[in-house]
T-cell receptor, first 114, second 110 residues
């Protein structure tokens, strides 16, 4: 298996623009997580899905952030409009089931908003 | 809210020595814990896990200890090597989600 695949690896955008981050989880995994990593706040859980259904989005910082999982093999995290403080590395992770199991991480998307 | 945190933000050890990285958690209901290693430019990678019904688990060169009385986890790395240099996170996994501590940067000196 290729592991969790994220795209793009790097994204530079201007403030106010829409940004869409993409994730392909490991085939057969039922849970998917989106994390944001910054020096100041570390790894923050933004949202997670189980069986394509959002279970907890309490970590999503603002209404500018939205996430979808239209099917078991694809998820998106969208920021609109983007702001410089959104600059961070965004990770997607998947796990075989909900709870009590390790999560497998993608390589991350480094987002820079200028 | 409840969170997972680390005692030491940085740790520097000599190659060949043993390393101990500590982590405190606050959710007494947590029943599963994981240690991850993150190298520069990469996502976190699983090292070892432990369930709350255990107090020790060993892997290859790594050992995790769990003290539920004081809500403390530690990761012990034996004979630390330069390739062990990375940031190490403990994660608290519940039936709902997985949340990470702040991380400890381990530097191995040759």
């Amino acid at each position: 298996d290729a592991g969790v695949i994220q795209s793009p690896r790097h994204e530079v955008t201007e403030m106010g623009q829409e940004v869409t981050l993409r994730c392909k989880p490991i085939s057969g995994h039922n849970s998917l997580f989106w994390y944001r990593q910054t020096m100041m706040r570390g790894l923050e859980l933004l949202i997670y899905f189980n069986n394509n259904v959002p279970i907890d989005d309490s970590g999503m910082p603002e209404d500018r952030f939205s996430a979808k999982m239209p099917n078991a093999s694809f998820s998106t995290l969208k920021i609109q409009p983007s702001e410089p403080r959104d600059s961070a590395v965004y990770f997607c992770a998947s796990s075989p089931r909900q709870g009590n199991t390790e999560a497998f991480f993608g390589q991350g998307t480094r987002l820079t908003v200028v | 809210g409840e969170s997972v945190g680390l005692h030491l933000p940085t740790l520097s050890v000599q190659e060949g020595d043993n390393s101990i990285i500590n982590c405190a958690y606050s959710n007494s209901a947590s029943d599963y814990f994981i240690w991850y290693k993150q190298e520069s430019g990469k996502g976190p990678q699983f090292i070892i896990d432990i369930r709350s019904n255990m107090d020790k688990r060993q892997g290859q060169r790594v050992t995790v200890l769990l003290n539920k009385t004081v809500k403390h986890l530690s990761l012990q790395i034996a004979a630390t090597q330069p390739g062990d240099s990375a940031v190490y996170f403990c994660a608290e996994n519940s039936r709902r989600d997985m949340r990470f501590g702040a991380g400890t940067r381990l530097t191995v000196k040759p």
